[in-house]
């Protein structure tokens, strides 16, 4: 539970690198100041509590560490708001509304209501931190008891306190309710809890007491928008999924989706609640709104639903007239909201996408709900509908299968794409078949390529086996088949539009050929798998807020980018719904006055035209007219951009002036690679590589996972698919792209056949479409497909393509001059939408010096960022079997070389006993296809972090032997391996196929040879997915016959780096006196690191310095302690500082120690090469730390962090290296340099 906040004070250091971090443990830190108080009062009124279990309430408000209560415990009741929607009924003349408004549940929920007497909780003064961060939270609690129970908390909230408003006498603020957070025993309730109360603060708690602020209750109507939920983790196959809103006591629910992985809802549920305001034309005291997502069943007869996910949203803005008694502009903002469900109410269970109206139930017919289901864009109206839908051709390309899990059936499976329609499904005239629910496309596998010949062995598409995701025989096919399709996809990327690859066993039939022929499983195959991947993303670029087809891509890619920027942000699920903040909502109302005054104004500025003036012949910056852009009449003689690059020019002070640059940072000596091989280091997978300066990956055809009840994969979840052996049925190699308006020739060109549907599981089986003929990589729409509103450019390819440059700067000004007068007869209509016309005509007379070309038509139209090389062949059949089938781009045998260089191991031994150890013996072993190569004959003991530096070599079959999968195994000995088996660390898969393809791999591998060297994370399939360490490594490909005038890279174990370790102890203060008058001062250095070599160079482990007789608290000693030759790496390297009284006869009696964590500066040098110097630092002794047996062990013992001095030291860090050029001495002998220590005359006899 929450005991408190605990104000600190901290700093943050930027790190060079993640290996600095320090371990976790307590430090001495600098003194902070403390923050600036001041006295504040906290002032309450309870009005009433809602959801609260029991037979007596009372409200509790804290504030740090005090407390105050309401006066009294109050029993349930108050104002009957069920009662009040019937007499609110009855009351009504006409009821426009039909049945929808009588279904309705009414929740159970107790209502605890305070009298101002009973209410008023007492000020609360209190000492608080000016800054509001620093703040304690205000903290509400409400209790509850019963006749035979005592008190118990059933449930809180915290908010911080700047969210109050501050006390005006006379002027009593407006109540709101407050979500409260249940307890754990209480997270199952069907509403949650909530208090009506007002919170606000003074200075002072002497200030007169006003009433509060008298609410009736008044009828209005809560619109909830339900659209769709998604990634919900319960198995949805046999669920009925609804949605229930409830608030205020009324609840509705949507009508149940069957078997949906993401069920779509498209209604508003209309609530007539009873809400408390001081006045009509005010908003109300909006109760909270809880959102369940429940799975309703009914079971003999009756209906049992079970809740999934809930969460209590907050809406309070109710639609009100302006000045002119215009209703404000509403826009209906979804959001995606998490739900939260389990045990404590704390695991995400799904998310749903939800919006809310709220309005005076008076004012009901006035303000129509916004339609949800996209409409055509003939038929959109932004005040009516949410969405539009938006035309558009999906390309599909299947390249092929990969590790299907065998069934057992001997047929080929099917490969079903679908597109999920955004369109009301309206009832059908009698006997009529419902509509499809899908845009659809169907692939059959053949055994040649498209118009390949049965006796050229290249053109046949192959089919192997493969041991991967936990099973043995997985099968594998190649198809290289285009399709392509006419579509309808809604504008609003919220929706989430996806593409579904359904993988399916061909329909089981009995009987075949008799008139007893049946299929008892039904029309459709068997599921094998399922991808989605989601098409919001990849939205043609036209689709974004001002991006046309009128000006060249290179002007409109940031505008673009921000566009797919705002597409993420909104698709982006949150953990609470966030309503708009006042100040925002204003802003938008002003800017939207503004845009409206300015578009006005804009169209009067038209009607005044002026002759345009004449350039001169040479301008302020000495330029003539022919090195100037050129202006149709200002300058019809400058250049052309895409015609002559542009004169750079400087100024005039900077031409002769001498630029002075600083050195680059220095990195250390040695080069990128201390391996000696690759010097390009990635920090995680080659494929899922963020540093695009690095490399850029172009795995197009990367396998997506086939699931079952599964949602969309996101690309940026990095999960490695390939160790989810109960999720996972296999993968598929595809790629698509959407291009802006229909195709006519799709069915054509394709060959396929659209199916209909006719529902969502049992459903006629698709005709499937034979080989696909290559597609156009640029269609042209006919003038009836294509998408209104494109201008001049897009009527001219709907007459087949883009003509001559006069014939479109004709075409463009004709079309511009009937918009002209189109929009000048709406502004005499009276219409706000005047100024588009004349924007327009500037942005035209701005850009008719810049050429629009064919490149940019086809790059603007097609989707955002794919990538052109691969839109060069990826939907022609023909160019796309040429660049994976042909014997010149795929050679018979491929040289593989495996570089293993080192691994981290996150895996314990697991041995119990004497004999147990902390480390394990790992060994590595890999898999190319289904030929296993082990080098257990090579494994290392006793080390969690192997060093390998070894190249393997081996000549594949691509793509049949195309995948690699490297092991890490833990050795055991021969009766361990006979009872437990071998070991398993952890896995990785590399696909090799997609590296040979790649036109970036290929360009590191052929030109520079300088293959990216990748840290990969070794996943074990037995612990879930766990991650269990990493591997450093890297593959190269080259063509077996070259590989002998190419050589594998070079991969040395490099050097053993040497670290040579300085410490100067210069004084001690603060020692304690061991007689109770002065102490004989004596420290010692104890390395311990088992790579320590530097004993045989006379530098023992144990040093110690000279002593300080007769001190009185203070000591000096200008001693130096050098520790040569650390072999780097270490496990461990610490070094302990101890302070003693010395004695000349007896034993040096021991005072208190301390120990230094020198690991990660050695490490740190032994990496940067780079010397770390520390500056002269104070560390405490402590008499808890101990010493040896004997050495004052039961001192320590009785003074247990016991402070007994301090140590001024400074301590070097450097390679053995540099240490050999700047040599010194132990103490203070010669070479007494770096730095040079003087005998200090003080405490020396």
């Not at 012949?617 to 200002?634: M, T």
Request: aromatic share 8%; charged share 30%; with cysteine.
């Amino acid at each position: 539970f929450f005991k408190g906040k605990l104000l600190i004070s901290g700093r943050v250091e930027r790190l060079g690198a993640e290996d600095t971090m320090m371990p976790a443990g307590i430090t001495m830190s600098r003194s902070a100041p403390e923050p600036r108080n001041m006295q504040l009062a906290l002032l309450a009124d309870v009005y009433e509590v809602c959801g609260a279990v029991g037979r007596e309430c009372q409200v509790q408000l804290a504030f740090g560490s005090s407390t105050k209560e309401t006066k009294e415990w109050v029993s349930p009741g108050g104002l009957d708001k069920i009662a009040a929607i019937e007499q609110h009924g009855q009351k009504s003349v006409t009821d426009d509304f039909g049945e929808d408004d009588r279904v309705y549940d009414v929740e159970d929920v107790t209502t605890f209501s305070f009298t101002q007497e009973q209410g008023r909780i007492e000020p609360i003064l209190s000492m608080a931190p000016e800054e509001a961060k620093s703040q304690p939270l205000v903290m509400v609690n409400v209790y509850t008891r019963g006749v035979l129970s005592g008190k118990s908390r059933v449930g809180y909230q915290m908010r911080q306190l700047e969210t109050f408003r501050k006390y005006e006498p006379g002027n009593p603020g407006r109540p709101r309710y407050i979500p409260l957070e249940p307890m754990p025993f209480n997270t199952h309730a069907r509403i949650p809890g909530s208090v009506l109360m007002v919170i606000e603060h003074f200075t002072t708690d002497d200030v007169p007491r006003h009433n509060r602020r008298t609410v009736k209750p008044m009828v209005y109507i809560v619109r909830a928008y339900a659209f769709m939920a998604r990634n919900i983790k319960v198995d949805t196959a046999s669920t009925n999924l609804a949605l229930r809103v409830a608030c205020a006591g009324i609840s509705k629910t949507t009508a149940p989706e069957a078997g949906q992985v993401r069920p779509m809802w498209m209604k508003p549920l209309e609530l007539k609640v009873t809400l408390c305001s001081d006045h009509p034309k005010e908003p109300p005291t909006m109760e909270p709104i809880t959102v369940t997502l429940l799975d309703s069943q009914t079971i003999l007869g009756v209906k049992n639903d079970r809740d999934i996910g809930k969460t209590v949203c907050t809406y309070e803005y109710m639609r009100q007239k302006d000045n002119m008694g215009r209703w404000e502009p509403y826009r209906l903002q979804p959001q995606w909201v998490k739900l939260f469900g389990g045990n404590y109410g704390s695991v995400a269970m799904g998310e749903v996408l939800i919006g809310f109206e709220l309005l005076h139930s008076k004012f009901r017919a006035d303000l129509p709900a916004i339609q949800m289901w996209p409409v055509s864009e003939e038929e959109f109206d932004p005040k009516r509908h949410f969405s539009k839908l938006k035309k558009a051709t999906l390309h599909f390309t299947l390249y092929g299968l990969r590790d299907l899990i065998s069934t057992g059936r001997q047929e080929d499976p099917l490969v079903n794409v679908r597109v999920k329609k955004f369109e009301e499904q309206r009832p059908t005239e009698d006997g009529a078949p419902p509509p499809s629910k899908y845009y659809s496309m169907n692939f059959k596998y053949e055994k040649l390529v498209y118009e390949g010949q049965e006796d050229n062995k290249d053109d046949h598409l192959h089919k192997w086996r493969t041991d991967a995701l936990g099973h043995q025989g997985c099968r594998n096919l190649e198809f290289f088949q285009v399709q392509k399709i006419n579509v309808k996809v809604p504008d609003k990327e919220i929706l989430q539009p996806f593409i579904a690859i359904r993988v399916l066993e061909k329909a089981v039939e009995l009987f075949q050929g008799t008139a007893l022929q049946m299929k008892p499983f039904g029309d459709e195959g068997a599921l094998v798998g399922e991808s989605r991947q989601s098409l919001n993303r990849l939205y043609p670029c036209t689709w974004y807020e001002g991006v046309t087809l009128d000006q060249p891509y290179s002007y409109q890619e940031n505008r673009i980018k921000r566009g797919v920027d705002r597409a993420i942000k909104a698709c982006a699920s949150r953990t609470a719904y966030q309503e708009e903040t006042p100040e925002d909502r204003a802003r938008e109302l002003q800017a939207e006055r503004e845009q409206r005054r300015q578009e006005q104004l804009d169209y009067m500025k038209s009607l005044i035209t002026m002759e345009e003036e004449k350039a001169e012949v040479i301008d302020s910056r000495a330029l003539p007219l022919e090195l100037r852009p050129f202006k149709s009449v200002f300058n019809p003689a400058g250049y052309l951009p895409e015609d002559r690059e542009v004169l750079q020019l400087r100024e005039e002070h900077v031409l002769n002036m001498e630029q002075l640059g600083n050195f680059p940072t220095c990195f250390g000596e040695r080069a990128h690679g201390e391996a000696g091989g690759a010097g390009i280091r990635l920090r995680g997978k080659l494929e899922d590589s963020k540093q695009i300066h690095v490399f850029q990956p172009d795995f197009w055809f990367r396998n997506a996972p086939l699931m079952r009840n599964a949602d969309i994969v996101e690309d940026d979840e990095l999960a490695d698919w390939n160790f989810y052996h109960d999720k996972v049925f296999g993968f598929v190699k595809c790629c698509f792209k959407l291009m802006d308006g229909w195709d006519s020739d799709a069915h054509q060109e394709t060959g396929a056949v659209l199916q209909e549907e006719l529902s969502e599981e049992s459903e006629e089986p698709p005709a499937v479409a034979g080989p696909a003929t290559p597609a156009a990589t640029t269609p042209a729409a006919t003038p009836a497909a294509s998408p209104t509103g494109t201008g001049a450019v897009g009527a001219l390819r709907g007459l087949g393509g883009l003509v001559a440059a006069a014939a479109h700067s004709a075409a463009h000004s004709a079309v511009h001059a009937v918009e002209s007068a189109a929009h000048a007869t709406e502004m005499l209509l009276g219409e706000t939408h005047v100024a588009a016309a004349h924007k327009k005509e500037q942005e035209h007379a701005h850009h008719e010096s810049v050429r629009v070309t064919e490149e940019d038509i086809a790059k603007l139209r097609r989707s955002v960022g794919f990538d052109d090389d691969l839109d060069s062949y990826a939907f022609d059949v023909a160019k796309l079997t040429s660049r994976f089938k042909n014997k010149e781009r795929v050679p018979s045998r491929i040289r593989v070389r495996i570089y293993f260089v080192k691994a981290i191991c996150i895996f314990g031994k697991q041995v119990e006993g004497f004999f147990g150890k902390a480390f394990i013996d790992p060994y590595l072993a890999y898999k190319l296809g289904n030929v296993l190569v082990s080098m257990r004959n090579m494994a290392q003991f006793n080390t969690n972090v192997p060093s390998f530096y070894r190249v393997e070599e081996r000549d594949i079959v691509m793509p049949a032997e195309a995948r690699l999968q490297v092991d890490l195994f833990d050795y055991q000995d021969a009766f361990g391996e006979a009872i437990n088996g071998e070991k398993l660390i952890g896995s990785t898969v590399i696909d090799l196929e997609d590296r040979w393809h790649s036109a970036s791999w290929r360009d590191a591998m052929d030109r520079r040879q300088q293959i990216p060297t990748e840290n990969r994370a070794l996943i074990n399939p037995q612990l879930s997915g766990q991650n269990c360490g990493s591997i450093e490594m890297w593959v190269e490909m080259i063509d077996s016959v070259r590989a002998s005038d190419i050589k594998a890279s070079e991969l040395r174990k490099p050097p053993a780096m040497e670290i040579e370790v300085r410490l100067v102890i210069r004084t001690c203060k603060n020692v304690k006196l061991w007689d109770g008058t002065k102490t004989d001062v004596k420290v010692t250095v104890d390395l311990e690191c088992r790579e320590y070599e530097g004993v045989t160079m006379g530098f023992p482990k144990l040093q110690a310095t000279d002593v300080h007789f007769g001190s009185t608290g203070n000591a000096i000693f200008n001693w130096r302690i050098v520790y040569p030759r650390i072999v780097m790496p270490t496990k461990s390297c610490t070094m302990d500082l101890k302070l003693y009284q010395a004695n000349s006869i007896s034993a040096d009696e021991f005072i208190g120690a301390v120990s230094i964590d020198l690991r990660r500066y050695v490490e740190r040098v032994a990496r940067d090469m780079d010397c770390i110097y520390i500056e002269k630092a104070d560390l405490q002794f402590s008499a808890s730390s101990g010493g040896d047996d004997g050495e004052g062990g039961e001192a320590a013992a009785d003074a247990e962090d016991e402070k007994v001095g301090s140590v001024q030291f400074e301590m070097w860090f450097m390679t053995q290296s540099e240490a050999n050029q700047k040599r010194a001495g132990k103490g203070r002998e010669d070479p007494n340099d770096y730095p040079q220590l003087v005998t200090p005359a003080k405490g020396r006899e």
